[in-house]
């Protein structure tokens, strides 16, 4: 389809493992991002990228989070030694140029540590 | 510390009515305001933004209000349909945080009442 599109869209898995969530921005889209929803809460930014550009990792909450982009297109978020607290939907983003654009969301990762 | 906020976690109106959703922010560098509209189990979708040079910015059935000296916004729909019944995020980018960095309040829950 024409939209952000991110996989899986649920992802069970134990305390301790790793993940990985993907996320296919829209075609042509130079900037990408990823937000965090818990339950009952808004929308937490957690990292950044445009283009070439550093991405701006100001969001992730710890260094166990870590994302990377290929060749300006899909991304990946990565979370090692996953803990009860990562618990929630993991969502993408991306937008034409960044800045002033609106962003399009795709349908997020609902992520359940047990 | 929330730099945007719903004060209001959720709102019920009859259908036909106006529906007033509003927004407070603390941060006076902020100067781009959008409003986001989510479905359940579907990613956020824009819905109107306004820039801090106007106070007003009307789309259909939508019109945001921005009262800068108190730092508050508001979102009217009118009438409201049932259709209307998501979660309504507002969000504000600008200043040191640079249009690309852009911070969500919680949501507001609205339901239209048939």
């Known amino acids: 389809g024409a939209g952000v599109s991110q996989s899986p869209s649920n992802k069970v898995t134990e305390k301790g493992k790793d993940v990985e969530l993907r996320c296919d921005p829209i075609s042509g889209h130079t900037a990408l991002y990823w937000y965090r929803q818990s339950l009952g809460q808004g929308l937490e930014f957690l990292i950044y990228?445009?283009?070439?550009?550093?991405?701006?990792k100001s969001g992730l909450p710890s260094d166990r989070f870590s994302a990377e982009r290929t060749g300006g297109s899909v991304s990946t978020l990565t979370i090692q030694r996953t803990q009860q607290e990562d618990s929630a939907v993991y969502l993408c983003?991306?937008?034409?140029?960044?800045?002033?654009?609106?962003?399009?969301f795709g349908d997020g990762t609902r992520l359940s540590i047990l | 510390d929330q730099q945007v906020k719903q004060n209001s976690p959720s709102l019920s109106v009859q259908e036909g009515r106006i529906s007033i959703l509003n927004c407070d922010y603390t941060n006076s560098m902020f100067d781009y305001f959008l409003w986001y509209k989510k479905y359940p189990a579907e990613g956020p979708t824009f819905l109107i933004s306004i820039s801090s040079i106007k106070d007003k910015n009307e789309d259909g059935r939508f019109t945001v209000f921005l009262n800068k000296s108190a730092k508050h916004l508001s979102l009217h729909i009118v009438p409201s349909q049932p259709g209307d019944s998501a979660v309504y995020f507002c969000?504000?980018?600008?200043?040191?945080?640079?249009?690309?960095?852009?911070?969500f309040g919680p949501g507001t829950s609205l339901s239209v009442i048939p």
């Open positions: 983003a991306s937008s034409q140029t960044g800045g002033l654009q609106p962003q399009h």
């Open positions: 969000a504000a980018s600008g200043g040191k945080t640079s249009y690309d960095k852009v911070i």
């Open positions: 990228f445009q283009g070439n550009s550093a991405p701006d």
